[in-house]
């Protein structure tokens, strides 16, 4: 039970980071995509976080829940006219963070 109140709150975070309009964004990006890492981060955590919940070897469970609430924000984020915009590579992020860490997962629990 302990562990819920990380991931639900890790997720309300990432709701509103993809979701919260978007007033005035900086046109200057030192590297391009560079949202994407955030992108990565948000749902590498996410997929560690829901192990805690999940059984540890619940691992395409961890995946398929992680990468379809990244899918979920994409599609949100152009249904809702915030001022974000849907972007293909963003899913990408999304879908690679999450693997990354259900692999994590995966080899923490193969090697301990």
């Not at 039970?1 to 309300?12: E, R």
């Not at 992108?39 to 919940?53: A, E, N, P, T």
């Not at 990244?70 to 809702?80: A, D």
Request: net charge positive; proline share 3%; aromatic share 16%.
């Amino acid at each position: 039970m302990k562990a819920t109140i990380p991931f639900i709150s890790w997720t309300l975070l990432v709701t509103y980071l993809s979701l919260a309009p978007v007033y005035e964004a900086s046109t200057y990006k030192y590297i391009p995509h560079e949202d994407k890492l955030g992108h990565f981060v948000m749902y590498f955590i996410m997929s560690v976080l829901l192990s805690l919940i999940l059984k540890r070897n619940a691992l395409a469970q961890i995946f398929s829940i992680s990468a379809l609430y990244g899918f979920l924000m994409e599609i949100l984020q152009y249904c809702l006219k915030t001022g974000r915009t849907f972007d293909y590579l963003d899913i990408l992020a999304n879908i690679f963070g999450a693997f990354a860490g259900t692999m994590l997962i995966y080899v923490h629990n193969k090697y301990k």
